[in-house]
């Protein structure tokens, strides 16, 4: 199995269970309450961790009492975090609002984003692959660099899940760019085989991979066609916070053990769609 350092956020996330969204002035009450942890490349890290890899994940950590639900549950899953720097604040904190097929988030976040230099004391060298979440630009073009110019062998990808300005300064660093549709949609590609086309000529030296929903996974090798894998039908939707993450693992795991790119969209369109059925990453 391979040694994996993801780069991105740990978060804080109150998970209210409700019978339905609440209408202006409207008091209610919650059918369940979680308390757990969250964030991209944390989920990453825990569904990467129980598929069996040695994973350790880095990004800032709040010196505050409630990172320690962040910690416990890293820690559960042998996710390891000792390099991650810890600043005063309070974890970045997600109020999260589930009925049935609705969900609405409100984030707050009192802590600065990972420096740069945090990832020039890493021994980058001892890892088999590197990823980061897109996220904090000016700082993730210094880490990639960084990484590429201490490290030229070692594999890099590059999640691009919301359209921040200034992400296509990083298209030229990753070998794997893991894309959402919505980033698909705000540039203006409305089919998949359209904005992976587009994307080619962005970054011709990546595999580019786009998950599109109910109509399942795209992706495309530099100068290879078009690849499909459909999307897992579920009798009944539990959770689906985090299946964006738990694909982003399925692939990763695939591409680390070089399965070929088709079989990776499937295993990772299998995984997230076990997810939506449980809570929680215990796949």
Known sequence: ??????????????????????????????????????GNAANT?????RLGHQVEFLGVLADAPET????????????????CPRL???????????????????????????????????????YDWLHFEGRNIAALADMMADARNRAPALPISLELEKPRAGLEALFGFPDLLICSRGFALHHGHEAPRDFL????????????????????????MPGGPVCHAPAIRLTEVVDTLGAGDTFNAGMLDAITKAEPLDRALAQACALAGRKCG??????
């Open 1 to 38: 199995m391979a040694r994996i350092l993801l780069v991105g956020t740990a978060t804080l996330d109150l998970v209210f269970g409700l019978d339905h969204h609440p209408g202006p002035d409207e008091e209610m009450r919650a059918r369940s309450l979680r308390i757990c942890r969250g």
């Open 45 to 49: 890290a825990v569904v990467l961790s």
């Open 68 to 83: 320690a639900v962040i910690e416990r549950d890293l820690s559960a899953h042998g996710v390891t975090y000792a390099q």
């Open 88 to 126: 005063p604040g309070r974890p970045p904190t997600s109020s999260i609002y589930l009925d049935t097929g609705n969900r609405s988030i409100v984030h707050y976040r009192d802590l600065p984003e990972l420096a740069a230099q945090e990832l020039l004391g890493v021994d980058i060298a001892g």
């Open 197 to 220: 086309h587009w994307m080619s000529g962005c970054a011709p030296q990546a595999t580019v991979v786009v998950a599109w929903g109910e109509a399942g996974a795209f992706g495309s």
């Open 278 to 283: 449980i809570h929680g990453f215990d796949l």
